[in-house]
């Protein structure tokens, strides 16, 4: 006899007042007796946009030939553990943005394939790939989409160029072509949107807040009578979930008593704990929101066009984004570098985690997950929108060839990259976006480099 019986349900949340903890998938959440490869096929493929601003230096970044055999640069040496699930795509453009100022092409092209509308006020760019994935599962999971930054848009505002408005470089989410999305900066609004409770009032979230108690404290009783149905591998899973909620949520507290919840003011040096912290954070959110099926898609800004940010910690003085206009200055060229490679290995500790977490059919969250890390200038010294630094990391779902540097024509939409994305989790698109003169179709990922 056949038993398809669930333990618990698939989507269990753990209420409390105030509270609301989505768990992982258990196996205690799959029928008895199910075939393990049915399993496997549904395992939710997940997709993260990085977005790196000011360009990459090219040398630090892209390998001097294609294929499987490439050399890596320093910068992707930072993602050596991962190669075989890596590819660096080549000769991927935003072009016709190449006749507006640069910035805020870059950023309000980056996701949507559009061109920013010249205005101050009536702003107008296109609906980012992020929000079409979010816009598929939303009936799914609880939360649409996270959308994550580090500097905070109101000390950044007006910071723009050429008649342009500052939410062209303050997000690269748009809900609509008419509607960007202001990206998140502080930690703890992250944290609430995916733990605080849907359906709790303010004043009950804030008088949890307030107690500066786990989050766990305030669901323990459905908790423990959660924890009586599970199986001895379950509550193994379990208990790593939980340190590792324990973990975010105490360095949050933290960063808010030290009151860096708030970047320092952008004239101010920003060093390692500030910035190095607040980084490893967001990923760590976006982490336990793919670990609990929260959300599907996320974005992060790991610092905005214009950024002004100094990093001391790598011996630095002079502010980012003035750094990467090097005009062929060697010491600017190398600081700039610097920063691109270290911002490199604060991903790759997220790669990492990704790794590490396993779902029931004992892959991993890397492997059903679809990661973009680039920028979207090709040469942040003259504001080039031609071959943009893009990489591609994770498995999707089994329907990418990693291990390579792929070289298209040159020429090559950057639109074509979301519409390969967007197949690949189920949503059927044959064009993107709406920049002239380009052919938007489908870019192979799997064929020879």
Same mark, same amino acid.
């Given at each position: 006899m056949i038993i398809f019986k669930k333990s618990i349900p698939r989507r269990t949340f753990l209420r409390g007042i105030g509270a609301s903890v989505a768990l992982p998938m258990l196996d205690a959440?799959?029928?008895?007796?199910?075939?393990?490869?049915?399993?496997?096929?549904?395992?939710?493929?997940?997709a993260g946009y990085? @977005?790196?601003?000011?360009?990459?230096?090219?040398?630090?970044?892209?390998?001097?030939?294609?294929?499987?055999?490439?050399?890596?640069?320093?910068?992707?040496?930072?993602?050596?553990p991962f190669r075989d699930q890596l590819l660096i795509l080549s000769n991927l453009d935003n072009a016709e943005t190449e006749r507006i100022n640069g910035h805020v092409g870059g950023a309000g092209s980056f996701l949507t394939g559009s061109v920013p509308k010249k205005s101050l006020s009536d702003v107008e760019s296109g609906i980012s790939v992020d929000q079409v994935i979010a816009n598929k599962f939303r009936?799914?999971?609880?939360?649409?989409?996270?959308?994550?930054?580090?500097?905070?848009?109101?000390?950044?505002?007006g910071q723009s160029e050429g008649a342009y408005s500052s939410a062209y470089t303050n997000t690269i989410t748009w809900g609509s072509p008419t509607s960007p999305l202001p990206m998140v900066h502080r930690p703890r609004d992250i944290f609430e949107r995916l733990f605080g409770g849907a359906g709790a009032t303010p004043e009950a979230r804030h008088a949890r807040v307030k107690e500066q108690k786990?989050?766990?404290?305030?669901?323990?009783?459905?908790?423990?009578? +959660?924890?009586?149905?599970?199986g001895a591998s379950d509550l193994a899973k379990l208990d790593e979930f939980t340190e590792t909620l324990r973990n975010v949520e105490s360095?949050?507290?933290?960063?808010?008593?030290?009151?860096?919840?708030?970047?320092?003011?952008?004239?101010?040096?920003?060093?390692?704990?500030? @910035?190095?912290?607040?980084?490893?954070?967001?990923?760590?959110?976006?982490?336990?929101?793919?670990?609990?099926?929260?959300?599907?898609?996320?974005?992060?800004?790991?610092? !905005?066009?214009?950024?002004?940010?100094?990093? +001391?910690?790598?011996?630095?003085?002079?502010?980012?984004?003035?750094?990467?206009h090097h005009r062929g200055n060697k010491g600017?060229?190398?600081?700039?570098?610097?920063?691109n490679v270290y911002q490199a290995s604060l991903f790759a500790k997220f790669l990492t985690k990704m790794k590490n977490t396993k779902e029931i059919d004992g892959s991993s969250l890397?492997?059903?997950?679809?990661?973009? @890390? $680039?920028?979207?200038?090709?040469?942040?010294?003259?504001?080039?929108?031609?071959?943009?630094?893009?990489?591609?990391?994770?498995g999707g779902g089994g329907k990418i060839k990693g291990g390579r540097h792929i070289a298209y024509e040159e020429g090559t939409p950057l639109a074509n990259l979301h519409v390969a994305m967007l197949n !690949?989790? $189920?949503?059927?698109?044959?064009?993107?976006?709406?920049?002239?003169? +380009?052919?938007?179709?489908?870019?192979?990922?799997?064929?020879?480099?």
């Open positions: 959440m799959v029928p008895a007796m199910a075939n393990p490869l049915e399993s496997l096929t549904k395992m939710p493929i997940r990085v @977005y790196t601003p000011n360009g990459i230096i090219r040398d630090r970044f892209r390998p001097k030939i294609a294929g499987s055999s490439y050399e890596m640069t320093d910068m992707l040496k930072q993602w050596e009936q799914e999971t609880p939360l649409g989409s996270l959308e994550m930054c580090i500097e905070n848009a109101a000390e950044l505002a786990s989050i766990l404290d305030f669901v323990k009783d459905d908790f423990a009578r +959660t924890k009586q149905k599970l360095r949050i507290q933290k960063s808010a008593n030290q009151d860096v919840d708030d970047m320092p003011d952008i004239q101010r040096p920003v060093g390692v704990p500030e @910035y190095e912290e607040h980084v490893g954070l967001m990923f760590d959110l976006a982490l336990v929101a793919f670990q609990t099926d929260m959300a599907r898609v996320f974005t992060f800004m790991i610092a !905005r066009e214009f950024s002004e940010l100094v990093f +001391t910690n790598l011996g630095h003085s002079d502010p980012y984004h003035p750094t990467t600017k060229i190398k600081r700039a570098g610097d920063i890397l492997d059903n997950s679809m990661l973009v @890390y $680039g920028a979207g200038l090709g040469d942040g010294d003259i504001h080039s929108q031609w071959n943009v630094p893009v990489a591609l990391l994770g !690949r989790m $189920g949503i059927e698109t044959e064009k993107f976006g709406n920049l002239e003169g +380009t052919s938007s179709q489908e870019l192979d990922l799997d064929r020879p480099a």
